[in-house]
């Protein structure tokens, strides 16, 4: 597996009102040098996002934008083919379509994820229509005209076996939601062992981790103030954590360390999904929000970061859900990615 050069960054953001705020904040991560800015997509816990990335666009130079994650079951999959596809159409191919089976989007109106079988057709769909080729749909053959010149990746969310298997198999990129490595080597080979076995490169697969970080000065207090900040994130996870267990029990070969820390889960309360405070996440140990996030002073940031890229990260994505938004993005742009991605010497 290739180390690369120099690795991607991204930042996630809530599509909380107002939606200026957003736009700010994504013009922040586009100046701070921030190569991707996502959004979670949960239409009724938040704002729509896609008129929210036509904003971004308009305003930034730099960074691609997208969903993490969209889904198929509150979504169309040729009106977000088309949706994309008009995006590059007007910003110049700088959007990328994360997608998943769908959690609080489609579980706050009482519904359930979308099937694997779903998935799959969808990201076909989606991938096809968007960058200009024909597809079969529901006993039609589809085209966007149009969309010749249009260009998007379809990177798939995934934890359960079935669904990293799906992710190998038909995925542009994998996105995984937390930064433990142990939990990452495993889940990026068995990314690259279904795509070697659909006979495709692995190599071609970007890999992105999403996780919250958590700039600190590296006092004991600092440290216990940031993981307040972060804990929501292990309840999140936990979501399809539980989903994994209940469908495979204790044979699904994901590792204990992902698997054995819900068994103080007792519920979930989706109206505090994403956010720091969120009651529901009390059963969340220090233990895991230190392993999912990545908190601490620079140099530990640096460090984290650089075991991701070893295992094969093309890019990290830094959840801002907590009240150091502004302080994270700054730490990042004066130090964090400058030290990991250190330019060349002007002269030899």
């Not at 997509?41 to 730099?62: A, C, F, K, M």
């Not at 997608?99 to 057709?121: C, F, H, Q, W």
């Not at 954590?241 to 068994?263: F, H, M, N, Q």
């Not at 999912?292 to 970061?305: M, N, S």
Request: with cysteine.
């Amino acid at each position: 597996m290739a180390r690369r050069s120099r690795l991607d960054f991204g930042v996630v953001l809530q599509t909380t009102p107002p939606s200026a705020r957003v736009v700010d904040l994504a013009v922040q991560a586009d100046r701070c040098g921030f190569d991707y800015v996502w959004t979670f997509d949960s239409h009724v816990l938040w704002q729509e996002p896609y008129p929210i990335y036509g904003q971004i666009l308009d305003r930034t130079r730099n960074v691609t934008v997208g969903p993490m994650v969209t889904n198929p079951a509150t979504r169309d999959s040729t009106v977000t083919a088309s949706l994309f596809a008009t995006l590059n159409e007007m910003y110049g191919n700088r959007t990328v379509c994360g997608i998943g089976r769908g959690d609080s989007a489609v579980r706050v109106n009482g519904g359930r994820p979308a099937t694997l079988g779903a998935l799959r057709e969808s990201v076909g769909v989606i991938r096809e229509l968007a960058n200009g080729r024909a597809v079969e749909h529901e006993g039609a053959t589809l085209r966007l005209p149009w969309a010749e010149r249009s260009r998007l990746g379809v990177w798939v969310a995934a934890y359960g076996p079935k669904a990293l298997q799906l992710t190998g198999e038909v995925a542009d990129g994998y996105i995984l939601q937390l930064a433990d490595p142990q939990i990452t080597a495993w889940m990026i080979k068995a990314v690259r062992d279904a795509a070697e076995g659909a006979g495709r490169d692995p190599d071609e697969l970007t890999i992105c981790v999403a996780a919250p970080a958590y700039v600190t000065d590296g006092s004991d207090a600092g440290l216990k103030h940031a993981r307040e900040q972060c804990r929501w994130f292990g309840g999140m996870v936990g979501n399809h954590v539980a989903d994994i267990v209940t469908r495979y029990g204790e044979s699904s070969g994901v590792p204990k360390a992902l698997t054995d820390y819900i068994a103080g889960r007792e519920g979930y309360d989706y109206n505090q999904h994403g956010r720091a405070g969120n009651t529901h996440a009390a059963f969340v140990p220090d233990e895991i929000v230190d392993r999912f996030c990545i908190i601490g002073p620079v140099e530990e940031q640096v460090r984290r970061i650089e075991e991701l890229r070893e295992l094969g990260v093309d890019q990290f994505a830094v959840y801002l859900q907590h009240d150091a938004k502004e302080h994270t993005l700054a730490g990042y742009a004066e130090h964090v990615l400058p030290q990991v991605n250190r330019a060349g010497a002007a002269t030899t």
